[in-house]
C-alpha cells in the first residue's frame, strides 16, 4: 500500500533522514519504534509532504506522491493523527472534525462511526477543543482524522501522556478500525509493550534510517531492545 523508498530530508544543514526505506502493506498494522530524535516524526511529515524529500520516492497505491501538495494527500486516502495533537482550541469539537471534510456536509454515517468509537465527543459537540482533557482532545484528533474514511491512517505518539484507561482505548480503536474498517496502519510510539500489543510488525529507526523490521512472529526481542537501548 505504501512503499517509501531511500528518501533524504535536510533541516536546513542538518542531514535528518538519511536513506529510509520502508512499506505498510494492505491491510497490515505496523509500528515504529526509535529513540528521540531519530527521524521518525520526520518521517512521517515527509509521506504527508509536509516535509520534502531532496532524494528519494514514496509510492501510495501505486501513485508516486513525493511532490504531491500536502493538502491533496489527505483526499488521496491518508489519515494522519500528529504528535501533540495539534487540534484547534477555540473551535467546537463540531467544527474540529468538519475542518477535515473535503467536500459538502459531514456524513451521518461517517459521524455517527466516529461517536461509536468516542461516545464522549458525542456528548462534548458543542464544546470547544481547548476546554477538552488530554485524552478528549486525543480522540478529536483522531476523529478528524478518520473522517474521511483513510484506507492508511498514520499516528504519530497518539498514547503519549495518556492515562492506563485512555491508552487502552485509543488501542481498542486502532484495531477496530483494522478489522471493521480493513484500514492500515502505520503508528509511531515510544510505548515498546503497546507497539507490541497492536501491531503486526515492528520497525526501529536509528540515525535517520531504518535497522530493524520483522513482523511480530518472528522478532528477536533481545535485539529489539538493543536497538531501544533498553
Do not use: W
Not at 6 to 19: A, E, F, P, R, T
Not at 155 to 179: A, F, H, Q, W, Y
Request: glycine share 10%; net charge positive.
Amino acid at each position: 500500500m505504501l512503499q517509501v523508498s531511500d528518501i533524504h530530508v535536510y533541516y536546513g544543514k542538518s542531514y535528518i533522514l538519511q536513506g529510509v526505506s520502508l512499506a505498510v502493506h494492505e491491510g497490515e498494522l505496523t509500528g515504529m519504534l526509535g529513540r528521540n530524535g531519530v527521524g521518525k516524526t520526520t518521517t512521517l511529515r515527509a509521506i504527508m509532504g509536509l516535509n520534502r524529500p531532496r532524494r528519494g520516492r514514496i509510492v501510495f497505491r501505486e501513485q508516486d506522491i513525493t511532490r504531491i501538495p500536502p493538502h491533496r494527500i489527505p483526499r488521496l486516502g491518508i489519515g494522519y493523527v500528529p504528535q501533540g495533537r495539534r487540534i484547534f482550541p477555540r473551535l467546537t469539537v463540531m467544527e474540529n472534525i468538519a475542518t477535515s471534510v473535503v467536500k459538502g456536509p459531514i456524513q451521518k454515517e461517517m459521524l455517527e462511526e466516529i461517536f461509536s468509537y468516542f461516545p464522549i465527543l458525542k456528548e462534548r459537540q458543542r464544546q470547544q477543543g481547548g476546554t477538552l482533557s488530554g485524552g478528549e482532545q486525543q480522540m478529536l484528533a483522531i476523529a478528524r482524522a478518520i473522517i474521511t474514511g483513510p484506507k492508511l491512517l498514520i499516528l504519530d505518539e497518539p498514547t503519549e501522556g495518556l492515562m492506563p484507561l485512555m491508552v487502552d482505548l485509543i488501542k481498542s480503536t486502532i484495531r477496530r478500525l483494522n478489522s471493521e474498517k480493513k484500514v492500515s496502519v502505520l503508528l509511531v510510539e515510544q510505548n515498546l509493550d503497546t507497539a507490541l500489543e497492536v501491531c503486526e510488525r515492528i520497525m526501529v529507526m536509528e540515525k535517520g534510517s531504518i535497522k530493524y523490521n520483522e513482523r511480530i512472529q518472528d522478532l528477536d526481542k533481545a535485539r529489539l531492545m538493543q536497538y531501544l537501548g533498553v
